[in-house]
C-alpha cells in the first residue's frame, strides 16, 4: 500500500468513527430527553415517620426501576411491614391521595388486576406481616404524569408525593389515624447512563 492510498484508508477509518461517535452521541442526547430518574426522598420520609409516631410500627420502602420513558411512569411499587408485635395497621385507600408537581391532588389507589379501582377496601397488615402493592392513580393504564410535563420537572429535580392515611390500631387502645407524606424526587438522565444506554442494542 503506498502512500496515497493509506492516507485515502485512514481517512475513511476516521470518517467512519466519526460517524459512529456522533450516532452514539445523537441517541445519547435523545435518551437524555426521553427517560427519567425516580428516586424516594429517603430524609423527608424518616422525618416524618418521626413526625407521626410511625417509625417503631412500620418499615416502608418504595422501588423504582433505574430509568423510566417518561411515558412508561405509570405505577409506584411499594412495601410496608408491620413490625410490631401487637398492633394492626391498615391503609385506607378511599383517602390516600398523589399529588402532581403543581400540588394537584388526585386519588391514588393499588392496582387491583380484573378488579374495578374504584372500589377499594382498606389493606390491613397483620404484625410482623408485609403489604406489596403497585400503585397508581385511577388513570391505571395512563402515565401518572403528562410526559412533557415529567421532562420538565426532571430537568429541575423537582418533586412529587403521595399521602397515605394509616391507621394504627393497639390492643386496648383507641385506633388513631396517621397522615403519611412521602416525596419523590425526578432527575434527568445521568450523561454516564445515556451513554450506556445509546450503545445498547433496540
Known amino acids: 500500500m503506498d ?17 459512529v461517535v456522533a450516532l452514539v452521541f445523537n441517541k445519547a442526547v435523545k435518551a437524555l430527553d426521553a427517560q427519567a430518574i425516580v ?74 388486576p380484573g378488579k374495578n379501582e374504584a372500589s377499594q377496601a382498606a389493606s390491613t397488615i397483620l404484625p410482623g406481616a408485609t403489604l406489596k402493592e403497585q400503585l397508581s392513580d385511577e388513570k391505571v393504564t395512563a402515565p401518572l404524569f403528562d410526559p412533557g410535563k415529567l421532562k420538565k420537572a426532571a430537568a429541575k429535580n423537582d418533586r412529587f408525593s403521595i399521602l397515605l392515611l394509616l391507621k394504627i390500631k393497639e390492643p386496648s387502645k ?15 438522565l445521568l450523561w454516564q447512563k445515556a451513554l450506556s444506554l445509546a450503545f445498547q442494542p433496540k
Open 39 to 112: 428516586q424516594t426522598d429517603s430524609e423527608y420520609l424518616k422525618e416524618q415517620l418521626a413526625e407521626n409516631k410511625l417509625d417503631e410500627f412500620i418499615n416502608i420502602k418504595f422501588s423504582f426501576p433505574d430509568t423510566y420513558k417518561v411515558e412508561d411512569f405509570k405505577t409506584i411499587a411499594m412495601e410496608i411491614k408491620n413490625k410490631s408485635t401487637e398492633a394492626m395497621v391498615e391503609v385506607d385507600w378511599k383517602d390516600s391521595l398523589i399529588s402532581d408537581f403543581e400540588k394537584n391532588a388526585r386519588r391514588l389507589i393499588r392496582v387491583i
Open 174 to 188: 383507641s385506633a388513631r389515624s396517621c397522615p403519611l407524606r412521602c416525596q419523590f424526587i425526578v432527575k434527568k
Open 3 to 19: 502512500i496515497a492510498q493509506e492516507l485515502a484508508y485512514n481517512i475513511l477509518i476516521l470518517t467512519v468513527y466519526g460517524i
